[in-house]
């Protein structure tokens, strides 16, 4: 089992940056990547990026080169966003495959507007 909570959410505005935290805990040594995911209102979830346990990470276009996706020791992911825009708005959520079950987190509400 492997617990993900996430935190950080808020309203910003358009240009402004918030940083998002996912807290791991459970079964975590057996964690190998882990991503970052949104889904708007109205619209599918989407990846955004992801990061694994060697600190390579990936990318959706869509937030290339303003979102950074980083892990520390303490088994806590981070997306750093900068330049939101309005189209960033969404709930936002970590998750992790492990050992053939997909974990979420419950999710962070992020609002960008002025």
């Known amino acids: 089992q492997v617990r993900l909570v996430e935190s950080g959410g808020g309203l910003v505005q358009p240009g402004g940056s918030l940083r998002l935290s996912c807290a791991t805990s459970?079964?975590?040594?057996?964690?190998?990547?882990m991503g970052w995911y949104r889904q708007a209102p109205g619209k599918q979830r989407e990846w955004v990026a992801s990061?694994?346990?060697?600190?390579?990470t990936n990318y959706a276009d869509s937030v290339k080169g303003r979102f950074t996706i980083s892990r520390d020791n303490a088994n806590t992911v981070y997306l750093q966003m900068n330049s939101l825009k309005p189209e960033d708005t969404a709930v936002y959520y970590c998750?992790?495959?492990?050992?053939?079950?997909?974990?979420w987190g419950q999710g962070t509400q992020v609002t960008v507007s002025s």
């Open positions: 998750n992790t495959p492990v050992l053939g079950t997909v974990y």
């Open positions: 459970g079964s975590i040594f057996s964690i190998y990547v």
């Open positions: 990061i694994t346990t060697g600190g390579s």
